[in-house]
Nanobody
């Protein structure tokens, strides 16, 4: 089992950058594939990015390719989401999720979730 805590959100102007962090508890973090999702007001939660347990593979939603980068530091039990050139449509609560076995992009495939961190982009 793993507990997740996101941080790093905030209010930023369009064109700015943020780095979100997701800290995990537990000694088996390195076994988990991690995903980032977001949920905008009035919309369903959607996939943003995923990273394999060893950091050797990543996947991104088409809408964020080239602007979002996910990485992880297994020694620190933390996964990151670097967001550049923020746009107002990136405004959402960002969540990280964890799952074993393989990297996936579907919400229902993730077993553990953090509480989310709010990102608000002003135009």
């Amino acid at each position: 089992q793993v507990q997740l805590v996101e941080s790093g959100g905030g209010l930023v102007q369009a064109g700015g950058s943020l780095r979100l962090s997701c800290a995990a508890s537990g000694r088996t973090f390195s076994q988990y594939n991690m995903g980032w999702f977001r949920q905008a007001p009035g919309k369903e939660r959607e996939f943003v990015a995923a990273i394999r347990w060893d950091g050797g593979s990543t996947s991104y939603a088409d809408s964020v390719k080239g602007r979002f980068t996910t990485s992880r530091d297994n020694a620190k039990n933390t996964v990151y989401l670097q967001i550049n050139n923020l746009k107002p449509e990136d405004t959402a609560v960002y969540y990280c999720g964890a799952r074993l076995w393989n990297m996936r992009t579907t919400i229902s495939d993730y077993n553990y979730w953090g509480q989310g961190t709010q990102v608000t982009v002003s135009s």
